[in-house]
């Protein structure tokens, strides 16, 4: 492992996660700052609720493909492939998103960044490819049954490191899952307090039972 092509390495995961897709999309297609609409957040699904399904279904791929790029295309061309080269990459990735550079240090909240990073991983690691499985069906079976995103993101981001461990993945796959998992319960802190009084936003799904 070259410490210096790490760092290089790092860095450009960073920038590539810090690119504020949906601000970009806010900007460019409504000339608003999507901060400033819906939930505030830079996340696809303020994207969708604020620039519509269309806008918010590219800013939701977009921000996936922020987390593969860093852990395939880049990892590979500065030779950092090895297991915590790998987690370094991707623990940069999804903070840039979080906390872009480009906006004062005010991001999204990880999710999607974070399944790109999965995603990413996964190509190379086909040990990781029952965990990615698991942990996006868990955020599936919980979203379709609640409606609400919030929830379903955050059980799967506690779920992933107990998938880990369970599936016997590397032990710098298990702190990496960790570090996920804590970025992503931490980003959804305000989700937490309105779920917890019953204010959060659901979506309205055609089978949900609506008062």
């Known amino acids: ?17 810090s690119i504020p897709v949906a601000y970009i999309f806010g900007r460019v297609l409504k000339n608003i700052d999507i901060r ?5 957040n830079m996340g696809a699904t303020n994207a969708f609720r604020v620039l519509g399904k269309g806008p ?17 295309f880049l990892a590979n061309a500065f030779g950092q492939g090895n297991a915590l080269s790998l987690v370094i990459i991707s623990v940069a990735a999804v903070a840039g998103h979080n906390w872009t550079i480009f906006l004062g240090f005010k991001g999204g909240k ?18 990781l490819r029952i965990v ?10 919980l979203f379709l049954l609640f409606g609400y995103v919030s929830l379903a993101s955050i059980a799967a981001a506690v779920v992933l490191p107990v998938l880990m461990v369970v599936f016997n993945a590397p032990f710098s796959m298990r702190v990496m899952a ?6 992503i319960v931490f980003r959804h802190r305000p989700n937490i307090r309105r779920l917890a009084k019953g204010q959060e936003n659901r979506v309205p799904l055609p089978f949900h039972k609506h008062p």
Do not use: R
């Open 1 to 17: 492992m070259n410490l210096l092509f790490l760092v290089i390495s790092a860095f450009f995961a960073y920038l590539i996660g």
């Open 56 to 72: 918010g279904t590219v800013v939701l791929i977009l921000d996936i493909i922020k987390g593969i790029i860093p852990v395939t």
């Open 36 to 40: 400033e609409h819906g939930s505030g």
């Open 110 to 127: 990880g999710m999607a960044t974070s399944l790109g990073v999965l995603i990413g991983l996964a190509i190379q690691l086909s040990g």
């Open 178 to 183: 960790i570090i996920l998992c804590v970025f």
């Open 132 to 141: 990615l499985g698991l942990a996006t069906l868990t955020w599936v079976v």
